[in-house]
């Protein structure tokens, strides 16, 4: 199992910018789909971002154009970079890695993104 640790979460204004980062320790880090998701109190987790092994990028259709996933696996990080907040993206936001061959999926501790003014 992969350790993730995420941070960059915070209090912002609507309009504003953050850049989320997810720190992996794995040395097989290319053999990992990411992805960032989101859950507010009393609602299912939901994908945000993912991005595959082979740089595929997908994103809810409520994010596109607004938010930027992206990897460096020299370095075993993937990022979320979100720009025009707002109110509605206030959530814990979670880092998640799948293994592309076990399929076994990991999970970070997540973030909190607040987005008021």
């Known amino acids: 199992q992969v350790q993730l640790v995420e941070s960059g979460g915070g209090l912002v204004q609507p309009g504003g910018s953050l850049r989320l980062s997810c720190a992996a320790s794995t040395s097989r880090f290319p053999l990992y789909n990411m992805a960032w998701y989101r859950q507010t109190p009393g609602n299912m987790r939901e994908s945000v971002a993912e991005i595959t092994t082979d740089g595929t990028i997908n994103y809810v259709d409520s994010v596109k154009g607004r938010f930027t996933i992206s990897r460096d696996n020299a370095e075993n990080m993937v990022y979320l970079q979100m720009n025009s907040l707002k109110p509605e993206d206030t959530a814990v936001y979670y880092c998640?890695?799948?293994?592309?061959?076990?399929?076994?999926?990991?999970w970070g501790q997540g973030t909190l993104v607040t987005v008021s003014s």
């Open positions: 998640r890695a799948q293994n592309r061959l076990t399929s076994i999926v990991s």
